[in-house]
Nanobody
Framework: QVQLVESGGGSVQAGGSLRLSCAAS??????????IGWFRQAPGKEREAVAA?????????????AASVKGRFTISQHNAMNTLYVYLEMNSLKPEDTAMYYC??????????????????WGQGTQVTVSS
């Protein structure tokens, strides 16, 4: 069982920045997350992948980005004792970035980072609104 809690959403003007946080807590071995992904869903649209990071030691781990956010968003992680914190630093925000943002955990190695079906646990989401 993995519990995911997102925070950091809000309303900003275009060009602004926000930092989202995801706290992934595993309560039973061996369900520690192997990968954390950030996804977003705008009203009337399908959920889409934004970025993902593989769990590594310290702050390392392979990272993945959607083309629409590459160069503007940065994903990073911090490993604590029983909790993996994953951050999504979002810069140069655009109105089209407006969406509910979700973090998700995959508890086995491998898989395709951008496919929602390959994540086992999901958080409740945090709203990001970018005004023009």
């Amino acid at each position: 069982q993995v519990q995911l809690v997102e925070s950091g959403g809000g309303s900003v003007q275009a060009g602004g920045s926000l930092r989202l946080s995801c706290a992934a807590s595993a309560y039973a071995y061996p369900t520690k997350p192997k990968r954390i992904g950030w996804f977003r869903q705008a009203p009337g649209k399908e959920r889409e992948a934004v970025a993902a990071i593989d769990r590594g030691t310290g702050a390392t781990g392979a990272t993945y980005y959607a083309a629409s956010v590459k160069g503007r968003f940065t994903i990073s992680q911090h490993n604590a004792m029983n909790t993996l914190y994953v951050y999504l630093e979002m810069n140069s925000l655009k109105p089209e970035d407006t969406a509910m943002y979700y973090c998700a955990a995959r508890v086995v190695d491998g898989g395709t980072w951008f496919m929602t079906s390959e994540y086992n646990y999901w958080g409740q989401g945090t709203q990001v609104t970018v005004s023009s």
